[in-house]
């Protein structure tokens, strides 16, 4: 007899998630594993923040939220959607959730019917594709290739647009790829989908800050779309507050109200220290954090240069996030080490088991040709990883 819903049933597990717990198995075993798998920052929370922190419990802070965000958080993000990104959201425009998973959750819940088409280009974040299921709506999968540098072109945009288009999902800087949509591109898509003003954008922009190419661009900077879009952000990334879980929504009036209403029914407002310090992590100068950027743009150049020497390896070089998703489409129908390759799933648990390496394969990211490995570690972790991986290899 089955319990459970169609619901639960119909869903994945993070794949993200099942490597990583099983890179923990392996380490209680005493085996070395160094993992590549998890997006978290691995540098200490910024000391003013932490300071920020403990005056508030010390200051007694400690009841529940407003359920949207304390008015003094929102007014904060609404300044700095004006500062960095030149975006007009009042506070009422601005809803606090806990974490930006739950923002685009949030807005899914608000937006999609059963039936009901998001268009999701691939790679996307596993995370995407399992909440559009639960919302009842169908994925789209729009695909991309590293030849392309993980880009979806206005035609492809077009093309995957019909009378069911309920929203369009997508990150920049993205997560798995690093890729980064300049500002010329946002446009281009936004002007396709400025045609069909019943789609809704949603625009997940965490990793705005770790970009190393240039000044980050907001889709909802462009008029004919401002109406459309709800832009996602948070501090995880950028202040290495991962669990600390805040993130945030800015979006038309209509769409925080809804989802205001579902979040009051589901968690209520976000934690009361994490939403004091991060008034202060997000009223400083971005410039705080460059030290961070500056740490993952080397490490991001050391693994690079590192990729590139393993055959078989086809790799990009991404402009943001602290991501690779080289192709090793190169070993499909190998075996390796007795490990029959089939997709890029196999890849990683080959490596997992043979290289102690820990990484994720692509097809939960919704390309079976890549894998994705974090460079969210030190640079004598990243070294000996990719070492073993080419010994592996070899």
């Given at each position: ?253 209509w769409l925080t109200d809804a989802c205001d209403k579902i979040q009051g029914q589901m968690t209520s407002g976000a934690n009361c220290i994490a939403q004091m310090a991060s008034i202060t992590a ?113």
């Open positions: 007899m089955n319990l459970l819903s169609d619901r639960i049933n119909r869903l994945s597990y993070s794949q993200t998630f099942v490597m990583s717990n099983k890179a923990r198995e392996l380490k209680a075993q005493g085996v070395n594993v160094i993992s590549l798998t998890l997006g978290e920052p691995d540098f200490e929370i910024p000391e003013f923040v932490r300071e920020s922190a403990i005056k508030s419990i010390k200051d007694g802070v400690k009841s529940y939220t407003p359920v949207p965000g304390y008015l003094e958080l929102r007014k904060a993000i609404a300044n700095k959607f004006k500062r960095d990104n030149n975006l007009d959201y009042k506070p009422e425009q601005i809803i606090v959730s806990n974490g930006g998973k739950q923002s685009i959750i949030n807005v899914l819940l608000s937006v999609v019917n059963d039936g009901d088409e998001v268009i999701v280009p691939s790679p996307y974040w596993v995370s995407y594709y399992e909440m559009v299921k639960l919302a009842g709506g169908e994925n789209i999968v729009v695909e991309t290739t590293i030849d392309t540098d993980f880009k979806i072109t206005p035609q492809q945009l077009e093309k995957a647009i019909s009378p069911k288009t309920k929203a369009f999902l997508f990150s920049s800087p993205c997560n798995p790829s690093g890729t980064v949509y300049t500002k010329e591109e946002l446009h281009a898509l936004a002007k396709v989908l400025a045609k069909h003003p019943n789609i809704i954008i949603i625009s997940d922009e965490i990793y705005e800050y770790i970009n190393y190419e240039g000044k980050h661009e907001s889709i909802a900077q462009f008029p004919e779309v401002f109406e459309q879009t709800a832009t996602i952000n948070g501090v995880s990334k950028s202040y290495s507050l991962t669990g600390w879980r805040i993130g945030y929504m800015g979006a038309p009036k997000i009223e400083a100068d971005p410039s705080v954090i460059d030290y961070m950027i500056e740490g993952f743009k080397n490490r991001r150049d050391l693994v690079f240069k590192l990729l590139q020497e393993i055959p078989g390896f086809k790799v990009n070089k991404p402009a943001g996030a602290f991501y690779f998703f080289p192709d090793i489409s190169a070993y499909f129908g190998k075996t390796i080490h007795g490990h029959k390759i089939n997709n890029s799933d196999d890849f990683a648990l080959m490596l997992l088991e043979e290289a102690h390496v820990a990484t994720v394969g692509g097809v939960s990211f919704g390309n079976a040709d890549c894998i994705r490995l974090s460079y969210a570690a030190s640079e004598e972790e990243l070294t000996e990883a990719l070492k073993r991986i080419k010994e592996t290899l070899s």
